[in-house]
């Protein structure tokens, strides 16, 4: 049964760091692109970054861009999100999610529950 | 404001059937797949179409998609009131090199 478990969410203040982690199960992890995907409270989706199956040259949303750093450890089946110089309007549930493909081209076929971050003084 | 564009909400009885729509544009819906989620209230979205009319297994026939030029479309009929749920569109869109999700519409069933 594929699974992948989002972990690291928490308060942190406004210009703050934050690590989460995705554990994958269930499927070869490093034949699949991952991705990041938020969704602020009562909002909707936003994708925020995507990697490949490889690892290199991740794409990111540009409300992220250069604050934010996506990478993955295919020996470990599991994928990070280092978030830093965090806003109030980085706020949201981050769910991890499985691509269908080896690129981010291809939609998504399996997503964790979510893990929240919450960006406040 | 989002660049794939959906109706925000959606309604019709019991048993009838209804249509979602995803508008784009050359860069995205045009040249790329399409794919659409299911997002139940409290809980992770779930895929339901991907590359524009597949089914992943276990999602019923009652759900179907269709892509034409620059849109898409989300069909959904014999309405059950477990469907009521926000529904996605997305898709990737190659100029921007990045993904892209629809504002989501709201689906209630009557």
């Known amino acids: 049964e594929v699974q992948v478990l989002e972990s690291g969410g928490g308060l942190v203040q406004p210009g703050g760091s934050l690590r989460l982690s995705c554990a994958a199960s269930g499927f070869t992890f490093s034949n699949y692109a991952m991705a990041w995907v938020r969704q602020a409270p009562g909002k909707g989706l936003e994708w925020v970054t995507g990697i490949s199956a490889s690892g290199n040259k991740p794409y990111y949303a540009d409300s992220v861009k250069g604050r934010f750093t996506a990478s993955r450890d295919n020996s470990k089946s599991t994928l990070y999100l280092q978030m830093n110089s965090l806003r109030a309007e980085d706020t949201a549930v981050y769910y991890c999610?499985?691509?269908?493909?080896?690129?981010?081209?291809?939609?998504?076929?399996?997503w964790g529950q979510g893990t929240l971050v919450t960006v406040s003084s | 404001q989002s660049v794939l564009t959906q109706p925000p909400s959606v309604s019709a009885a019991s048993g009838q059937k209804v249509t979602i729509s995803c508008s784009g544009s050359s860069s995205n819906i045009g040249n790329n797949h399409v794919s659409w989620y299911q997002q139940l209230p409290g809980t992770a979205p779930k895929l339901l179409i991907y590359d524009n009319n597949n089914r992943p297994s276990g999602i019923p026939d009652r759900f179907s998609g269709s892509k034409s030029g620059t849109s898409a479309t989300l069909g959904i009929t014999g309405l059950q009131t477990g469907d009521e749920a926000v529904y996605y569109c997305?898709?990737?869109?190659?100029?921007?090199?990045?993904?892209?999700f629809g504002g989501g519409t709201k689906l209630t069933v009557l």
């Open positions: 999610a499985k691509q269908r493909g080896n690129y981010g081209v291809l939609g998504f076929d399996y």
């Open positions: 997305g898709t990737w869109d190659s100029s921007l090199s990045a993904w892209l």
